[in-house]
């Protein structure tokens, strides 16, 4: 199986006037197609920073992040957004739907971005929220969700574009144990469909359906 | 879902803000309108009004200023100083047509209209006018009304029916046919009659004079002034004094109006910062989903464009139902007699409504610019970890 995720001596520092924040050291790993990993690791030991970088949404001050064989931390803004659209499904710890829409315009909205037809973003949109088992909620807004079913919306609105990778943030961070149980098993399903699921937990719950745990310390992996 | 939903959807989300800042906008778009609705109409008015007349050349009292010549064209009251001497003294001088008229006000319904003085068959020669309904005066100093066709459709006048000014009933003589300028919303009486209700004696305001060769006009004015001592202009001096007057009036209104567009376009500067701030947490969603720089920018700049259109329009609909409503209770004057002279007729012009939008919506856009600069400049890290 070929590496989907490839990071060679990634580093990533912040620079606050004259102090600067080294987040990441050296990180060098490979995440298989089709593989479902946890990155687990204590807090501010930048986890969340190797996820930003892998998924195109930050860029690394030194080394290189491939996604297959693109190495993104090159390319310019644009093609890298068009790349996070199309290649990567991101799923974060406080859901972030867009407040003023509903579920099924939520899902739409990623489409929309990629270009997709207005009729087709509905046809697929509607398949999608079946496919969280949440059809019959396509017309609430997230105010109207509890947060399991906010959770399962942004995990549609991630898949919409049908992207290789499934990137999240502590997705069950905010969901009580059932909500999280029926999370977990979706994302199970959908790895089982072929999707490479990358997630960052504290969860041992999370943990323990991975394949492979990447553990992050003081910036450096421990494998 | 397309880029013009989400905008409407972002606009509408926050009622409140939405509403306030359209308000902002509205009002200033919307005396931007009425100003210019109401000095818009006026240079147009002026030239229609001095070829109206019909003179080369217009006596005054010695000493007058822009004002008084305004006034003519206005058919506003003017002090009747020129005595009946006077008149026949420039009678006189051959080659010239001259024609008197006494210019007083009166109301009708608590209306003020505008009342002239004349001398029935040299006006009626010098002006060329229509009979639409009744009859003209039949003798110089006849005891009666005849009407400008605006007026007698605004109080529904016809011959027969009567008109009390200064506490005198006069019978409606006739109607005039539709001339396009002031007369139409005037009531013209005989020379005698009218100095005999305003207590003028035999004097009047000023003489319309039209000459027999332009090319003496020069020595005409100097024939004139030396006889009787009088102030003469020519036609085209007239034209430019007033169009002076009323571009001094019409850039000062035309600068309140700026003012009141750039509160407006700071109030959607301060709508959309505010905008930026709050959603900045989306707009690393946004980035995240895909959304480049320029989407982002071109999100933020749609919303503030959607409120220079709506404002545009709700602005020129209140502009202009404000000119419509307001100008009749203008105090009077010679500018505000011009400005109700030019009737909704004239103030809605889709010209005026189409700049008015296209500058609601330019104005818009450039407020937005920086907002969204702002905005789109954002890294998605930096967005999404915004709390």
């Known amino acids: ?223 | 879902m397309n880029l013009s939903k989400l905008v409407y959807k972002n606009i509408t989300r926050r009622r409140g803000r939405f509403l306030f800042t359209l308000l902002g906008i509205t009002i200033g778009i919307a005396s931007f309108v009425t100003f210019m609705a109401l000095g818009g109409s006026l240079k147009d008015e002026i030239h229609r009004e001095t070829a109206a007349l019909g003179a080369n050349l217009v006596v005054i009292p010695k000493g007058s200023c822009g004002y008084e010549q305004l006034s003519i064209l206005t058919g506003d009251q003017m002090p009747t100083n020129i005595s009946a001497a006077e008149i026949a003294t420039i009678r006189a001088i051959k080659g010239l047509t001259v024609v008197p008229f006494l210019a007083q006000q009166t109301a009708i319904n608590n209306k003020p209209v505008t009342v002239s003085g004349i001398e029935p068959e040299a006006t009626l020669a010098f002006k060329r006018w229509q009979i639409s309904q009744g009859a003209y005066f039949s003798n110089p100093d006849e005891t009666g009304v005849v009407i400008g066709a605006t007026a007698a459709r605004q109080f529904d006048l016809k011959p027969g029916a009567t008109v009390t000014v200064r506490g005198e009933k006069l019978p409606v003589l006739g109607i005039l046919g539709e001339t396009g300028g002031r007369d139409d919303a005037t009531l013209f009486l005989s020379l005698p009659v009218a100095q005999r209700l305003f207590k003028s004696a035999d004097k009047v305001s000023y003489a319309a004079i039209r000459v027999d060769d332009l090319a003496r006009t020069e020595g005409y004015i100097e024939k004139i002034r030396e006889a009787t001592g009088l102030g003469v202009v020519s036609d085209k001096q007239m034209l430019k004094s007033v169009l002076g007057i009323v571009g001094t009036v019409n850039i000062t209104l035309q600068m309140i109006a700026a003012v009141s567009v750039l509160a407006a376009a700071f109030g959607i500067i301060n709508t959309m910062m505010a905008a930026t701030y709050e959603r900045k947490r989306e707009i690393g969603i946004l980035q995240a989903l895909g959304a480049r720089r320029r989407t982002i920018f071109l999100l933020f700049m749609l919303e503030s464009g959607f409120y220079g259109i709506i404002g545009g329009v709700t602005g020129v609909i209140t502009g202009l139902a404000t000119a419509v409503i307001v100008t009749p209770y203008i105090s009077q004057n010679a500018f505000t007699t011009f400005v109700k002279g030019s009737g909704s007729g004239d103030i809605i012009d889709i010209k005026m409504i189409a700049g008015s939008i296209l500058f609601s919506t330019v104005v818009a856009i450039v407020a937005g610019i920086y907002p969204a600069w702002r905005a789109a400049r954002l890294t998605p890290v930096e967005a999404i970890s915004y709390e």
Not at chain 1, 59 to 68: E, L, M
Not at chain 1, 113 to 121: F, K, S, T, W
Not at chain 1, 146 to 173: C, F, H, K, W, Y
């Open chain 1, 1 to 223: 199986m070929n590496n989907i995720i490839r990071t060679e001596h990634a580093a990533k520092s912040y620079k606050s006037g004259e102090i600067t924040t080294t987040a990441l050291k050296d990180v060098s790993l490979e995440i298989l197609q089709g593989s479902f990993t946890c990155i687990i690791g204590p807090s501010g030991h930048g986890k969340s920073t190797l996820m930003h970088l892998i998924g195109g949404l930050d860029r690394p001050t030194d080394g290189k992040v491939y996604i297959g064989d693109v190495e993104i931390s090159r390319i310019p803004n644009s093609d890298l957004a068009r790349l996070r659209g199309k290649r990567v499904g991101f799923v974060f710890q406080f859901f972030n739907l867009m407040q003023g829409l509903t579920a099924i315009e939520n899902v739409e909205i990623a489409m929309m971005l990629a270009g997709v037809p207005d009729r087709e973003q509905r046809v697929r949109a509607v398949k999608l929220l079946a496919l969280v088992g949440l059809a019959e909620k396509a017309g609430a807004k997230p105010g109207q969700l509890s947060g399991g079913q906010q959770q399962r919306v942004a995990i549609a609105r991630a898949l919409a574009n049908d992207p290789d990778i499934l990137l999240m943030d502590e997705p069950t961070g905010n969901l009580d144990s059932v909500a999280e149980a029926e999370v977990l098993d979706l994302l199970q399903t959908l790895h089982r469909q072929g999707k490479t699921v990358v997630i960052v937990t504290h969860s041992d719950e999370v943990a323990k359906r991975a394949e492979r745990i990447i553990r992050v310390k003081d910036g450096l992996v421990a494998h």
